[in-house]
């Protein structure tokens, strides 16, 4: 019998009974949307922590001390970080593959402008750091080397704090005291977002390190961390390994222990094993619905085939091979799931985007989930309607003439 005249009989075996076909097909269905919401959820947590990452800056390298260790102390300098400001200008000095590099002092302080009140992080940093974060600005400009050296009172602030402290007007040139401390606010920078730790990166002040050195944090000895950016991706491992070495080097009672030379290549690479075994939890969890589906389509085809012992022994009985009558009932089982595949898709886009408008979250639908998806249903038609219809070509043909 021709492959199109078995089709036609399946399509009118399941037309004939559509409640039923489409509650068959339901699990399918239900599986496939969650298996592609959950895998568009993933992508999206993932790009989101990408975004994260790169809005950190580019080709980033963190150089701090681990404080945890007690042989990280420079009995020279007297430093409990173990790090000076003449690491940075050394390691910029010394290195090629360093493009930029500032130390980062960071501390707390209170601001305060009129009546109004806002408490907020402050980093010490040099002038290189604001090409290190990629930090773009929303008004006025970045503080000068000549505010570094000189110790001007003058600060950055982030959107976060030009929000609660000066709603209705522009920060610019405005003077606020922050720890009491008159400053003079030079530029806002556009905003970033939340950090991959989750903080928000807006509520943030960036002053001059000379300043925060000399005006905030007083005589105490502050942790001084360095931020490098390396002058490509390719160069980052062999750089972290040449500041490793340096450190070393000016401080031999130190060991690599001392010292945490993080990259953002390595963030990113624990970020995605991360953001991988979740998504793959996830679809795994969701790929249950599918399987209980197959499990209802097989089913199914077992009590379609006992209603219709009859229908198949009369069709035996005027030509049909076996070979034929099990080709009908896998296409029926495979249409079935085919069709509950592509509603499910459907289904699966649209809970994606309706997630997406209320968690106000970028959500990526993937297209190798779709195809995935698809795959994985016409493999559950096949996997679990072979045996009913291995079951219905089995049938004798007497009994089942005979059969009531």
């Known amino acids: 019998m021709p492959l199109y005249a078995i089709f036609q009989i399946a399509l009118k075996s399941l037309l004939r009974n559509k409640t039923r076909t489409f509650l068959t097909m339901l699990g399918i269905i239900i599986g496939v949307a969650a298996v592609i919401t959950m895998l568009a959820i993933g992508q999206g947590a993932k790009t989101i922590v990408d975004d994260q990452i790169n809005s950190m800056g580019t080709n980033v390298i963190t150089v701090m001390s681990n404080m945890f260790n007690r042989s990280a102390v420079r009995s020279e300098s007297g430093s409990s970080s173990g790090l000076t400001l003449e690491d940075v200008e050394n390691i910029k000095d010394r290195f090629n593959d360093v493009l930029y590099a500032s130390v980062l002092v960071t501390s707390f302080g209170r601001l305060k402008y009129k009546s109004l009140n806002w408490y907020s992080p402050v980093m010490g940093v040099d002038t290189d750091f604001q090409f290190i974060r990629n930090y773009e600005m929303e008004e006025g400009e970045f503080f000068t080397d000549n505010d570094v050296r000189s110790g001007n009172k003058v600060i950055v602030i982030g959107t976060t704090i030009a929000t609660n402290l000066f709603p209705d007007e522009s920060p610019i040139d405005k003077m606020i005291r922050l720890r009491n401390v008159p400053v003079r606010i030079v530029g806002v920078y556009k905003s970033k977002g939340q950090s991959v730790a989750g903080g928000d990166q807006d509520d943030m002040v960036i002053a001059p390190y000379s300043m925060v050195l000399g005006r905030l944090t007083g005589r105490w000895r502050p942790n001084l961390n360095i931020f490098v950016s390396a002058v490509s991706k390719e ?154 219809a291995k079951k219905a070509a089995s049938l004798n043909l007497i009994d089942a003439l005979r059969y009531e």
């Open 235 to 388: 160069k980052i491992p062999k750089l972290q390994t040449d500041i490793v070495n340096y450190l070393l080097e000016t401080n031999r009672a130190a060991t690599e222990d001392d010292f945490v030379v993080n990259s953002q290549t390595d963030i990113a690479e624990t970020s995605n094993r991360v953001s991988n075994t979740m998504t793959l939890l996830l679809a795994s969890i969701a790929s249950i619905s599918l399987l209980v589906g197959g499990i209802g389509i097989m089913n199914i085809m077992l009590v379609s085939v006992t209603e219709r012992i009859k229908e198949i022994g009369i069709r035996m009985a005027v030509g049909a091979k076996k070979k034929d009558v099990l080709m009908q009932f896998i296409i029926e089982a495979v249409m079935i799931s085919l069709l509950g595949g592509l509603l499910g898709i459907l289904l699966g886009a649209g809970l994606s985007k309706t997630l997406e408008h209320m968690m106000k979250w970028s959500i990526s639908i993937s297209t190798w989930s779709i195809v995935l998806s698809v795959t994985f249903s016409c493999a559950i038609g096949i996997f679990f309607g072979w045996y009913p």
